[in-house]
């Protein structure tokens, strides 16, 4: 099992390139690089991949709809070149609140832009000239729709890898099921071990029925927030706020993925409540009514003999990495972070693993 954490992409990039470093040396496996609407995450990857030499550079996530397919893999070809091949393609559909309220393109067909962008990818890493007759993208574009004189091209440059991992981060079934068929990784949201395959096992065993073998054993990428101790329940109260974010504000009523989530997870009368106060602006109210045992149950916040019991529950779900939030810098910054790393490796390795998962 891995260790990784994701990177605020609020900070500044200074900031950003010392904890990551310290972060290395204590033996992180992989960081993620989050791209919403602040600072673009190509550029802090670039960055990155400069300033270290070992860990895995990830995004997480580049949306679908705000690169083409090809300036997708043109991206990530270049980041993996200037990492020296340590780069993971993360994408995802976001929601419609980015894609519409920030980048004025509609949101639709993310299953079906999804696969056609994979493919379109892995013609480009392979260095082929790119054809592609999808429902919604052709390339050439076909002389009804433009000039007539586009022509199947190559990618200039000779990629590190022809096939760059893919980790595609899915929450509803259609879209896991389509993870599980096509891509190297899945990342879930608020990854529940005991309920994850209630949720989500009838999805990822319908994918994998189509998967290529030639992908590998699907990696899972869970995030649950971390802080080992006797007294730290109190930092329980630290995720509320982002769930609350997230099953309350989100979406609109009846238009909201995460709290669909939640639902499914048995909380139908909890993320009621949350999405009422949110939406009605009450967001310390609704961050209170998010119960400890969702939040529990999605992070390893405890002592350290809970903590490895909890390890082992993610890793017995299937769990592959676990792409931890660090609570710990609220106690002293990146040094902070980095020891916690170096304390939490010591509890995953001991995890028990399903055969075939390193």
């Not at 602040?38 to 550029?43: C, G, Q, T």
């Not at 976001?94 to 892995?122: K, W």
């Not at 395959?197 to 290529?212: H, I, P, Y």
């Not at 299937?318 to 304390?343: C, D, H, M, Q, Y």
Request: glycine share 10%; aromatic share 8%.
């Amino acid at each position: 099992m891995r260790i990784g954490t994701m990177i605020t992409y609020s900070g500044g990039f200074a900031e950003t390139v010392a904890e990551v470093a310290d972060l290395e040396r204590a033996g992180l496996d992989i960081i993620f690089m989050a791209e919403a609407y602040s600072f673009d995450a190509v550029s802090q990857l670039g960055y990155l991949a400069a300033k270290t030499t070992r860990v895995q550079l990830a995004s997480g996530i580049f949306q679908i709809y705000t690169r083409t397919p090809s300036l997708m893999a043109m991206t990530a070809a270049g980041l993996d070149y200037v990492s020296d091949g340590r780069f993971v393609l993360g994408i995802g559909a976001s929601g419609p609140q980015v894609i519409e309220g920030f980048h004025g393109v509609p949101y639709n067909a993310p299953l079906g832009r999804t696969r056609e962008l994979v493919d379109i990818c892995r013609q480009v890493w392979r260095r082929e000239p790119v054809r592609h007759d999808g429902k919604y993208y052709q390339i050439p574009l076909p002389p009804e729709k433009g000039t007539g004189l586009g022509k199947p091209l190559k990618i200039i440059n000779h990629p590190v890898r022809e096939r760059i991992p893919i980790v595609i981060a899915a929450l509803g079934p259609k879209n896991v099921a389509l993870t599980a068929e096509i891509a190297e990784g899945w990342q879930p949201v608020f990854y529940n071990p005991e309920r994850a395959n209630d949720v989500w096992g009838e999805a990822l065993a319908k994918g994998k029925v189509a998967r290529d073998p030639a992908l590998g054993d699907l990696e899972i990428y869970a995030s649950p927030a971390l802080a080992i101790g006797d007294d730290v329940d109190h930092l329980l109260d630290l995720v509320k706020p982002t769930l609350a974010l997230y099953i309350g504000g989100m979406g609109a009523r009846g238009k909201n993925f995460y709290n669909d989530l939640a639902c499914r997870y048995g909380y139908e009368a909890e993320a009621k409540v949350i999405q009422d106060l949110y939406l009605d602006g009450k967001k310390d109210q609704a961050a209170a009514a998010v119960p400890d045992e969702l939040v529990r149950a999605i992070s390893l916040i405890g002592p350290e003999g809970y903590v490895r019991e909890r390890v082992a529950a993610f890793a017995e779900s299937g769990a592959t990495t676990l792409n931890v939030k660090f609570l710990a810098p609220r106690f002293g910054g990146a040094g902070g972070a980095a020891r916690e790393a170096s304390r939490h490796r010591r509890r995953v390795r001991p995890a028990r693993m399903r055969p075939g998962h390193r």
